[in-house]
T-cell receptor
C-alpha cells in the first residue's frame, strides 16, 4: 500500500514549459516532504524539501507548493530545459517511525522537448 | 558536502555466488543507512535500515539471511547478497542520514549498484 500517491506517471512539455507533479498523502504524522530527481542508471538526488509549516518553497527553478489541509504537495519546474528530463519522486517522512524512513511516490517521468 | 559513494557501480556474478556492495559516506558521519532496490521504471523499495553498531531492521518480505547488512562504522555499510539468483538482479541504492546539524531529516543517496546474476 503506497502511502504517497504521485501523479501523473509521465508528462511531456516543451522547453520553457512548467511541468507540474502532484502528490497526496493520508498520514497526518508526515512532516518532511522531499523531492528527488533521478537520471537513468543513477541514484536519486535531493532537489528540494519542505516542512508543513510553510506553504511554498523555491530553490532556483524548482518550487514546492504545500497544502496541509488537503494533504497535497506539488513540484513545479519553471522554465524547464531538456536537461530537466528525468524521473522525479516525491516522498514523505514520519518522525514517529524508525529513523525517519521515507515513503516514496511511484515516480513521474518528465520529458522536456527542445 | 553530503556525498555518498557505492562500490562497485556494476557487478555481474554467477548464480549461487555471493556479492558484497559497499556504501560510504565521504564527508559526514552516517548514523543511519538505508538500502533500497529498484526495478526498471519502478520506485525505490526500502529493504532495510541499519544503525551503526546495531543489527539491521528489515522490511517485511525481505529475507535477512539472503541480504546481509553490516554497518560497522559511521561511514561504511555493506550489503551482501548471498547465494544470488537471477531474480536478485536489480539496481541497489544506499542512502545515509546523520542526526547532527539542521539537516537531520535528509537522506543522501549513493549512485547505485547494478547487479546482474547470470
Amino acid at each position: 500500500q503506497q502511502q504517497v500517491k504521485q501523479s501523473p506517471q509521465s508528462l511531456i512539455v516543451q522547453k520553457g514549459g512548467i511541468p507540474i507533479i502532484n502528490c497526496a498523502y493520508e498520514n497526518t504524522a508526515f512532516d518532511y516532504f522531499p523531492w528527488y530527481q533521478q537520471f537513468p542508471g543513477k541514484g536519486p538526488a535531493l532537489l528540494i524539501a519542505i516542512r508543513p509549516d510553510v506553504s511554498e518553497k523555491k530553490e532556483g527553478r524548482f518550487t514546492i507548493s504545500f497544502n496541509k489541509s488537503a494533504k497535497q504537495f506539488s513540484l513545479h519546474i519553471m522554465d524547464s530545459q531538456p536537461g530537466d528530463s528525468a524521473t522525479y519522486f516525491c516522498a514523505a517522512s514520519n518522525p514517529l517511525s524508525n529513523d525517519y524512513k521515507l515513503s516514496f511516490g511511484a515516480g513521474t517521468t518528465v520529458t522536456v522537448r527542445a | 558536502g553530503a556525498v555518498v559513494s557505492q562500490h562497485p557501480s556494476r557487478v555481474i556474478c554467477k548464480s549461487g555466488t555471493s556479492v558484497k556492495i559497499e556504501c560510504r559516506s565521504l564527508d559526514f558521519q552516517a548514523t543511519t543507512m538505508f538500502w533500497y532496490r529498484q526495478f526498471p521504471k519502478q520506485s525505490l523499495m526500502l529493504m532495510a535500515t541499519s544503525n551503526e553498531g546495531s543489527k539491521a531492521t528489515y522490511e517485511q518480505g525481505v529475507e535477512k539471511d539472503k541480504f546481509l547488512i553490516n554497518h560497522a562504522s559511521l561511514t561504511l555499510s555493506t550489503l551482501t547478497v548471498t547465494s544470488a539468483h537471477p531474480e536478485d538482479s536489480s539496481f541497489y541504492i544506499c542512502s545515509a542520514r546523520t542526526v547532527s546539524g539542521q539537516n537531520f531529516y535528509e537522506q543522501y543517496f549513493g549512485p547505485g549498484t547494478r547487479l546482474t546474476v547470470t
